[in-house]
């Protein structure tokens, strides 16, 4: 890893960026009441590609080491999706919602989902640094971009109901705490156990892949016209394959 | 074998599977949306894992040129689906249209080929085994895009052996790109990550235009994610093999 800093504490540091850029999601609220639902499309398109583009990487990188371990580690990532999902099935209180009244148990139901929500983004960081710090920066920056519009999805439920940008920022931020909390345990299994590295990348880009195709890419057609989703998840797809080619 | 031989040979297989897509049909004939639902996000999946095995595939190859040419591939399908008038058109209509609308399904179905036919003729330069495992997931993946294609044209008042015809016919331009792409890129190797930049672009573009926003409309959006994330890791799993 990089001279001179713990590399537990950098993977850390990455994971924090990525949900500190959640936050972001909050800053078109200081000028605007409420977004506008193409912007907001336009947005998800653009996290789509570079994600895609960043899920390409994770492939490659775990095919190096293991072509069939990193497709079984991608079908764990996609049944973990699909049975956290089933889990929490209706069990999901908004960010409004705590926002409104902080019931402790409600506050608590509430990290629980997140920390499962953010638990294979947390994992991918980690999986990534795994893979050397070159890989590890893509993947945070694809995942960073990933949050600022979920960010933006936040703040636009709590400004309404007369919530501050400040407060907003700070609700996106916490939504995302625990991919630090995440990504530091997964880099360290992967650094002290290397067999479970083309597992741990698999299951990194099956859970984003299937993300992205479940939310992401049906959010940006339908409040946006295909057309320019088409474009701009393609343009940026495919500039975020040819950066990790050129790195 | 000649090896221009050996592309068309691989070229003409992947055309032909597209008629194998209107088997279904034989049992019904106007299919569930679900169906077409799951063609299209199959041959979402298929195509996504071809333009990144693609993308992956010749390491040593300068990456301003892939770049370049993936953008200009980008383009080139988004300016040819405007003036298509494709661009936003729903490609998987089932109710009696105007002739001129089955016309154009088949206009973007051929663009699609000709995507597919460079991919096809820049992985058989960057060696034989890639060349044919890209010919045979492409063939894989025309199967779903018959499908749905053998539809609109049934549902046009077709016979089936009359779509299943037009469907094999509007994917044979792909033996010719695929063949003059080899040939090009074999008399001048400099334009190798050209075409291979060329076909991600295109391939992903088609992807994000026309697959995945129809399947989103026709079946629901775990079930879309599901099947294209299987094919996609289908085809992860058996590329290089």
């Known amino acids: 890893m990089t001279d001179g800093m713990n590399p537990s504490l950098l993977v850390f540091l990455y994971g924090l960026a990525t949900a500190l850029a959640t936050g972001l999601g909050a800053i078109p609220f200081l000028w605007m009441r409420s977004v506008e639902r193409r912007g907001a499309a336009l947005a998800n398109a653009v996290a789509a590609g570079l994600m895609l583009g960043a899920c390409f990487g994770l492939v490659s990188e775990g095919s190096g080491y293991g072509r069939w371990q990193t497709v079984a580690g991608g079908l764990l990532g996609v049944l973990f999706i699909l049975a956290t999902q089933r889990i929490l099935a209706g069990r999901e209180p908004s960010v409004a919602d705590v926002a409104d009244e902080a019931g402790a148990r409600k506050v608590l139901l509430m990290i629980v989902v997140m920390t499962v929500h953010s638990f294979a983004e947390g994992v991918a960081v980690g999986a990534a640094f795994g893979g050397g710090v070159a890989l590890g920066g893509i993947i945070t920056v694809a995942i960073a971009v990933h949050n600022i519009p979920e960010g933006l999805a936040i703040s636009a439920v709590m400004r309404p109901r007369g919530a501050s940008v400040a407060s907003c920022a700070l609700w996106s931020v916490v939504s995302s705490l625990p991919q630090p909390v995440m990504a530091v345990p997964a880099y360290l299994f992967v650094e002290s156990f290397r067999p479970a590295l083309p597992w741990a990348l698999g299951f990194a880009a099956g859970a984003m892949f299937f993300m992205v195709f479940q939310e992401l890419l049906p959010d940006a057609y339908e409040d946006a016209p295909r057309p320019q989703v088409g474009l701009v998840t393609s343009l940026t797809l495919v500039a975020m394959v040819l950066f990790q080619r050129s790195l | ?241």
């Open chain 2, 1 to 241: 074998m000649n090896p221009t031989l050996t592309v068309l040979i691989y070229s003409s297989v992947a055309a032909v599977t597209g008629g194998i897509g209107s088997l279904p049909l034989a049992f019904r004939s106007s299919p569930p949306t679900r169906w077409l639902g799951w063609a299209n996000a199959l041959a979402a999946g298929t195509m996504l894992g071809v333009a990144y095995v693609l993308s992956a595939s010749e390491p040593g190859a300068r990456a301003w040129e892939l770049a370049a040419g993936s953008i200009v591939g980008v383009l080139f399908v988004h300016g040819v689906q405007r003036a298509a008038g494709t661009l936003s058109l729903d490609l998987n209509r089932l109710e009696q249209e105007e002739a001129v609308y089955g016309y154009k399904v088949l206009l973007a179905t051929a663009l699609h080929a000709a995507s597919e036919g460079v991919a096809i003729g820049a992985a058989m330069l960057v060696n034989l085994p890639l060349g044919i495992f890209m010919a045979l997931a492409i063939a894989l993946h025309n199967i779903p895009e018959g499908l749905a294609l053998a539809a609109v044209l049934r549902a046009q008042g077709l016979t089936l052996g009359h779509a299943a015809s037009l469907t094999v016919a509007a994917n044979l331009n792909q033996v010719l790109f695929a063949v003059v792409t080899f040939a090009l890129a074999q008399a001048a190797p400099g334009l190798l990550p050209w075409a291979l930049g060329v076909a991600v672009g295109s391939l992903v573009q088609i992807v994000m235009t026309d697959l995945f926003s129809h399947a989103y409309r026709q079946d629901g959006h775990t079930s879309v994610a599901l099947a294209a994330v299987s094919a996609l890791g289908m085809v992860v799993l058996l590329s290089g093999g």
